[in-house]
């Protein structure tokens, strides 16, 4: 991807979440579609990008109508680099937006997308207007998988 392209799509995690640009610096961005994912740079990224496939690498952005929305896993991997738009969550806040989907507080923050953050661990995205914390957590349940 040209780097005028490349510094204004990772640069909505630097604007938002002030997670600095050289945490991308060791990966390639490749969109498909209207999917932006991280790929580990190496010199045969040219190739793999003409290959036919339905998925490849970590997913980090999708567009949604004209905005950008990081996705959970984006957020996981370099949400403890950001500086803004963090939320720390209480146990009971986190057992409320889980069952309802929102929640009704006020906070210090521009509305848009937020890190939602647990017990030092990020959770992943959030959607705040005022007055409404809306979860974007996956709604799916999840699995663990011990080792």
Same mark, same amino acid.
């Given at each position: ?5 490349? =510094? ?5 995690? %630097? ?17 498909? +579609?209207?999917?932006?994912? @991280?790929?580990?740079a190496?010199? =045969? ?8 496939v339905h998925? #490849? *690498? ?7 109508? +004209? +905005?950008?929305?990081?996705?959970? #896993?984006? @957020? ?9 738009? #963090?939320? %720390?969550?209480? %146990? ?10 929102? /929640? ?7 509305? *848009?997308? #937020?890190?939602?953050?647990?017990? *030092?661990a990020?959770? *992943?995205? $959030? /959607?705040?207007?005022? $007055? ?7 709604? +799916? ?7």
């Amino acid at each position: 991807m040209p780097e005028p392209q490349r =510094h204004g799509v990772l640069g909505y995690f %630097d604007t938002r979440f002030g997670i600095s640009l050289r945490a991308f610096d060791d990966y390639a961005l490749l969109q498909r +579609h209207r999917l932006y994912s @991280l790929l580990s740079a190496t010199p =045969h990224v040219a190739a793999l990008a003409r290959l036919q496939v339905h998925a #490849v *690498g970590l997913p980090i952005l999708r567009i949604i109508r +004209h +905005h950008l929305k990081p996705t959970t #896993v984006a @957020l996981q991997r370099f949400g403890l680099q950001a500086t803004r738009h #963090v939320l %720390d969550l209480t %146990d009971t806040q986190v057992r409320l937006l889980l069952q309802e989907r929102a /929640l009704s507080m006020e906070l210090s923050l521009q509305p *848009g997308y #937020v890190i939602l953050q647990h017990a *030092g661990a990020i959770l *992943g995205c $959030g /959607l705040y207007t005022p $007055g409404c914390l809306r979860s974007q957590l996956p709604k +799916h349940p999840m699995t663990v998988l011990e080792s």
